[in-house]
């Protein structure tokens, strides 16, 4: 189902169909070093991923969707919304394949989720956390309004916290 869609780009809730796209956007080198193991290595990992994420769906309304350009319909990464446990409030993330990346496509996709976010969804606050060093994510974040709030532990990993109160 789209749930968003921009210029250039739609956001549409993971299917089981996705599964190879997921194992392929999910063992990615820098998706690996500034996101972490999902778990994901194999179809079966994938599906129990999107289930998941569809359960998300269901429970909250929003969570991680597919992006996918409206042109060709190529999926290119995923953005969207998690609520943690560890965050006082939820949070955007995205990740895009490497063919995808410097074309001005996460804050296309990051924008129109925090305007869902805001808008839509009525959350006061959207958080983001960062791998240090992870300069380009920060950037995005940036442009999209959030700024740096503090260094944070969230489980074993020291990130950085950025935040926007609508």
């Not at 599964?19 to 179809?43: C, K, M, Q, Y």
């Amino acid at each position: 189902m789209q749930v968003l869609q921009t210029e250039r780009l739609s956001l549409r809730e993971m299917e089981s169909r996705d599964a190879p796209f997921i194992v392929e956007l999910l063992t990615d080198p820098s998706f690996l070093a500034n996101i972490g193991d999902r778990g994901v290595h194999d179809l079966d990992g994938a599906h129990a991923y999107i289930d998941r994420w569809r359960a998300n769906y269901a429970r909250d309304g929003f969570g991680m969707w597919l992006v996918e350009l409206r042109d060709t319909q190529e999926l290119a990464g995923m953005c969207g919304i998690v609520r943690r446990d560890t965050l006082p409030s939820p949070d955007i993330g995205y990740a895009l394949l490497p063919r995808y990346r410097a074309k001005g496509y996460a804050v296309e996709a990051c924008s129109a989720v925090r305007d869902h976010a805001i808008r839509t969804l009525g959350m006061s606050e959207l958080l983001a956390i960062v791998s240090p060093g992870n300069v380009a994510s920060e950037k995005v974040l940036e442009r999209i309004g959030l700024r740096f709030r503090d260094n944070v532990r969230v489980g074993e990993d020291d990130l950085r916290l950025f935040a926007l109160e609508a």
